[in-house]
């Protein structure tokens, strides 16, 4: 199994499973929406792509930030917390952010796309693993906050290493990705989260740090409606 890193700038050369992460926030609230009875989700890059579906699935729900904050016309923010607060029971989610969507949605050449966060992480392992046959033998993680040259350690770059340690069976795992995540608290990634906010609440920390709370994996499907493209997702259980 081979295992590599891409960015947003290379996500579309990546073939095979494709791991796209996005831990603050968008999927871990993709996460908590399942959780909630959510019956589907919508991945798109745009505020007009997002309000367009809507018109063609009048009951969904439009969910996601730009800048962080709830988008004018949308229905619920980027909070993990507020979304598993709302009743999205039975209701279709179409979701848009600034950078996990577009990750998804830019994984052009993908046979696999799986949304993942801390919340999923050891599910979407475990499935990955399942699906790297030997005519899927790559596995590409796509840390969606990360900058091109692999060096900017976030929540994202935790996640993906968490995910990698998984894939290959690694001692310790559990070890490693607290003391990552202690690193995080300590460099004051958090900081500014802890005043509270309306599109930023104070329990989303807990939320989006809730390791291996789901145990589905989230599949993506890569859709088009009327010229635009969508990444369709369900959750999985891996066996």
Not at 8 to 24: E, L, M, S
Not at 62 to 76: K, T, Y
Not at 173 to 194: H, M, N, P, T
């Amino acid at each position: 199994m081979q295992i590599v890193r891409v960015d947003r700038t290379t996500v579309a050369q990546a073939k095979g499973v494709v791991i796209v992460v996005d831990v603050i926030r968008a999927f871990s609230v993709a996460g908590y929406a399942f959780a909630g009875g959510a019956r589907g989700l919508w991945l798109v890059r745009t505020v007009e792509e997002a309000l367009a579906l809507r018109e063609h699935e009048p009951g969904a729900l439009l969910a996601g930030e730009v800048g962080g904050r709830l988008i004018p016309g949308f229905d619920l923010n980027n909070s993990p917390v507020c979304v598993a607060q709302a009743d999205v029971h039975g209701r279709l989610l179409i979701q848009r952010t600034g950078a996990g969507t577009q990750g998804a949605v830019d994984a052009v050449n993908a046979s696999y796309i799986l949304p993942c966060a801390l919340t999923n992480a050891r599910a979407t392992a475990n499935y990955a693993t399942t699906l790297a046959t030997p005519t899927e033998a790559s596995i590409a993680l796509l840390p969606t906050g990360m900058t091109s040259d692999f060096t900017y350690g976030n929540e994202d770059v935790v996640c993906a290493d968490y995910v990698e340690a998984l894939l290959q069976g690694r001692a310790n795992v559990g070890e490693a990705l607290a003391k990552d995540i202690a690193q995080l608290r300590v460099s004051g990634r958090f900081d500014w989260w802890e005043q509270g906010d309306k599109d930023f609440p104070f329990e989303d920390i807990a939320a989006v740090l809730d390791v291996d709370r789901f145990d589905f994996a989230l599949l993506g499907t890569r859709k088009e409606w009327q010229g635009i493209i969508y990444v369709d997702v369900q959750p999985v259980y891996p066996a």
